[in-house]
């Protein structure tokens, strides 16, 4: 296996266990594989794919991160403690 293909499954495994540690609680985030392409979709707890959630110019491991933040930017609602303007407004 080349580095860069080692890199890129610890980086996919590194993302799978902070999805399954960070996802606000009934979040889901759906991984897709077929030969050539893979995907990832974001569902609310309601069980609503998230439409801005747009993968397909991401590696998976990328696409996973961006599906945690943005569900807990979804989820979060500012207090006096955040940083003004929110650091969460920049993701
Ligand atoms: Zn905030």
């Known amino acids: 296996m080349t580095q860069i293909a080692e890199?890129?499954?610890v980086?996919?495994?590194a993302a799978l266990d902070d999805a399954?540690?960070?996802l606000p609680d009934g979040w889901q985030i759906h991984?897709?594989?077929e030969r050539g392409a893979g995907w990832a979709e974001l569902h609310n707890p309601e069980g609503v794919?998230?439409?801005d959630f747009d993968s397909t110019d991401l590696d998976l491991h990328e696409s996973i991160r961006r599906g945690i933040r943005?569900?807990?930017k979804a989820?979060?609602?500012c207090k006096p403690s955040c940083h003004?303007?929110?650091l969460l407004e920049d993701w």
Do not use: F, M, W, Y
């Open 11 to 13: 980086a996919l495994g």
């Open 84 to 86: 003004n303007p929110c």
């Open 31 to 33: 991984i897709t594989i």
């Open 75 to 77: 989820e979060h609602v």
């Open 70 to 72: 943005l569900a807990q």
């Open 20 to 22: 399954a540690r960070d």
């Open 49 to 51: 794919r998230a439409d």
């Open 7 to 9: 890199s890129k499954n």
